[in-house]
């Protein structure tokens, strides 16, 4: 019987679902982004995330359902994002499986979030044959986080962030800079006619270890940025005084890619990794996979195409087609988990 898992995946700013066949084949992606919501707030608004994901999610499934052209009779089980993730906005997400599942007696499995991004690897590919160990690097802006993925579903996190994510960075810089939220698209996209080489900004490597550390590199462009601008905290648009933006985009994206790079490389090369696997919303940045796929030489590197990077639900689904095989079933007690780590 060919396994088709509807997936569901509302942890942040995105209402997903998808249906994925075997694990590797996309039949449908929908994604309804809240960007334009929380644009007007510069980041995300928990209370409003929740209220969107209830409008939507009903549309959002039977749309999923409608363009992969299956009825829930063809669904194998329902896979839903259980957490790390905003409590309200789990929680939409979550009822809507556990109604659906228990209304048509489907198998219900709740995903980690980050599992869910390693598990694009097989959707980005189209395959199942992939060699481990991976090194995944999973970079958004809830999370950088360093996993050997050891087989399968079996992982040894290896570092992570200290304090800010990478792309809770991009996104702290790019309000610095006055530009639009998210931060990430357009900082990369201000820093392609900039010279990363204008300001010397801090690279944490924290020696001896693979955890990372983003908030000081902040802080150094928040200073720079202040030098020119003292009353950048007035609430005066950045964009009416006369900032490098493009020198200084370029030179902090310069700096975190550095360390990512850098680190990724290295703990992939020590662990005897066969491929390296950047997923992620911060591995849209083109800049950032092409240095890694540079210094990383021999050892492929993988990222997903641009709508598999940001949160979706097919990838919620892959997890979910990888755990179904494992045999996991969850109860109608499933509960959302606002901090579960990976392991
Ligand atoms: O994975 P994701 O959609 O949501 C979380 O789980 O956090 O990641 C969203 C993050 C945001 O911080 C956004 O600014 C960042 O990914 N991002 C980027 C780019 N596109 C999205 N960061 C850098 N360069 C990009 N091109
Ligand atoms: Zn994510």
């Given amino acids: 019987m060919t396994v088709r898992i509807l997936g569901i995946e509302t942890s942040c700013d995105e209402t997903a679902a998808a249906v994925v066949e075997e694990g590797v084949e996309i039949l449908s992606n929908v994604i309804a982004s809240q960007s334009e919501i929380h644009a007007q707030y510069g980041g995300i608004f928990p209370e409003m995330a929740s209220r ?58 709740g995903i980690n979030h980050l599992e869910g991004h390693i598990c694009s690897l097989q959707i980005t590919e189209n395959t199942h044959e992939v060699e481990f160990p991976i090194l995944a690097l999973i970079v958004s802006g809830g999370h950088t986080e360093m996993i050997l993925v050891e087989e399968q579903l ?13 792309g809770e960075a991009f996104d702290k810089v790019g309000r610095l800079l006055g530009l639009p939220y998210p931060g990430g698209p357009n900082v990369e996209e201000a820093a392609k006619g900039g010279n990363p080489d204008a300001f010397d900004f801090p690279r944490a490597w924290m020696d001896n270890s693979w955890d990372f550390s983003f908030s000081g590199l902040k802080t150094a462009v928040m200073r720079a940025v202040q030098q020119r601008f003292p009353e950048w905290d007035t609430g005066r648009d950045p964009s009416s005084v006369n900032l490098p933006i493009a020198d200084l985009a370029a030179s902090f994206q310069s700096a975190i890619i550095e360390v990512l790079k850098e680190k990724s490389v290295q703990a992939a090369e020590k662990h005897k990794a066969r491929a390296i696997f950047v997923s992620g919303g911060v591995s849209a940045n083109l800049a950032l996979c092409a240095a890694i796929t540079k210094r990383a030489g021999e050892i492929p ?43």
Avoid: F
């Fill in 52 to 109: 969107a994901h209830i409008e939507t999610i009903h549309k959002v499934i039977a749309s999923a359902l409608a363009q992969a052209h299956v009825s829930l009779d063809d669904i194998s089980a329902i896979s839903v994002t259980r957490g790390p993730g905003l409590a309200g906005s789990l929680l939409v997400g979550l009822n809507a499986a556990k109604g659906l599942a228990l209304a048509r007696r489907l198998p219900l499995i």
């Fill in 154 to 166: 079996k992982y040894q996190r290896l570092g992570g962030t200290l304090d800010d994510a990478a």
């Fill in 301 to 343: 590197v993988y990222h997903p195409p641009g709508h598999l990077c940001t949160d979706n639900a097919a990838m919620i689904a892959a997890a979910g087609y990888w755990r179904y095989q494992a045999g996991q079933r969850d109860g109608w007690d499933l509960d959302a988990r606002p901090t579960w780590p990976l392991i």
